[in-house]
């Protein structure tokens, strides 16, 4: 996706196949307010004199979108990209035999990140996954039955993109109530500037800043 208007037209499309706004926003990967604006934003009726990228600018909420689609698309660069993350992962930990991803993009990285780590592998669907508007401390994610359970063991935590964090603390949070214990945790792009969550070191392979102009100027 190259501008706004392609990320509202995404945000459309992904809320017609009947996609909660919480994944929405992991599909493209922004914040949950920024899927509200696109969403709402696709519905908006506007006049026909407005220029698109007038309109799109409207309001936007302070975000940045990560197209790390050129990456998923292709299994052997997506291995290639696994094994850098999991070497950033294995200075911590021995005999850490648990790797843990975030759903859902999280998940395919996490399991290539699990065999170069040799390692079982369990994945977590985040509450925002059932999000569309309100608290969403009222929700609950979970651990798939499908993988590993988390069974008191060290572990390594694994997604795309960190945007505010919610998520990657929802997440050490919810193996920690499981009686594991996140180790380190490693994701493809940080666009929060964070060097740990919750007392858990995180790294990323890029850091994402935006670096805003003072409109005073």
Known sequence: ???VDDLIEGAAELAEQGLSRGEIADELNVSRETASWLVERSGMETPESDAPSERADAGRPQDIHVDWSAIG???RRLDAIAVAMADLLAK???DVDLTVGIEKAGGPIAALVARELETDLATYTPAKHQWEEGDIAELHGTFSRNFAGIRDRECYVVDDTI???TTMTETIEAIRE???EPLSCV???DKHGVDQLEGVP???LLQVISVGRD???
């Open 187 to 189: 994701v493809l792009a």
């Open 73 to 75: 698309r292709d299994s």
């Open 202 to 204: 995180v790294y990323s």
């Open 1 to 3: 996706m190259k501008n």
């Open 178 to 180: 499981e009686g594991g």
């Open 92 to 94: 911590h930990g021995e």
């Open 163 to 165: 945007t505010s964090g």
């Open 215 to 217: 409109e005073t100027e």
